[in-house]
């Protein structure tokens, strides 16, 4: 049996240790997205992730798929493409574009699981100061992406995206470069793939991923100057 959430946003999840293994990870069913919901969720390791004809499921796989910030890897190419200088950085300039940019369609998708619900959520947890952006532009154009939350030292990494090549890639580094200089221990990936472990991502257990998670209140380094760096 699956638990079925009340409509309190306050009501606690269920132990995390009794998520399934088939699917894995799925914890419970739904609830709402508000943002006392969201946070609670995500300070304990759980995020909402469903198809527009379904009710809301909440996650928490095992093993987690994480990127420590001081270890994301930096491929020599990517390293050249970022240091052509054809490309600038910034953070919080066009979150709602972001996230529209990260729900269109894929070429291998033919829907998105950033549904209008969830992104009108996490639009409202930006304007709290609790998810960030960080912004590929050419010239003035936006043309790579990732966005997610600050919670504590934790970077709960959402979603990206990119139209043109390695833009992605040249968010998600910067990101993380950005986080280590700030002492954040840990970016959160969700589930794994190819893309991810190609940059460096690793799998780690539920306890080892949750041993980050106490204590994690608002990150206020986003108030802060950043110090994205011209070259890496």
Request: hydrophobic letters at 40%; charged letters at 20%.
């Amino acid at each position: 049996m699956i638990p079925i959430l009340g409509t309190n946003p306050a009501s606690p999840f269920p132990p995390t240790a009794q998520a399934l293994d088939n699917p894995q990870g799925l914890l419970a069913i739904g609830g709402d997205l508000s943002p006392a919901r969201l946070v609670n969720a995500y300070r304990h390791g759980i995020f909402p992730w469903y198809s527009d004809d379904q009710p809301i499921l909440w996650w928490s796989p095992a093993p987690r798929c994480v990127i420590y910030p001081d270890a994301v890897h930096i491929s020599r190419r990517l390293r050249r493409h970022y240091n052509q200088g054809q490309y600038s950085l910034a953070t919080d300039r066009a979150f709602t574009k972001v996230i529209e940019a990260c729900a269109a369609p894929r070429r291998d998708q033919d829907e998105t699981w950033i549904t209008p619900e969830m992104q009108s959520a996490y639009i409202q947890l930006h304007e709290m100061g609790i998810a960030h952006s960080v912004e590929v532009y050419s010239d003035d154009e936006l043309v790579g992406g990732i966005y997610g939350l600050a919670l504590g030292s934790v970077f709960f990494g959402e979603s990206m995206f990119s139209s043109r090549e390695n833009t992605s890639k040249i968010a998600l580094v910067s990101l993380c470069l950005q986080l280590h200089q700030w002492g954040f221990t840990l970016l959160d990936c969700q589930v794994s793939n190819s893309h991810l472990l190609s940059m460096g991502a690793q799998e780690v257990s539920r306890q080892d991923f949750e041993r980050h998670l106490p204590g994690a209140g608002l990150a206020d380094h986003w108030g802060q100057d950043f110090h994205f760096t011209e070259r890496w």
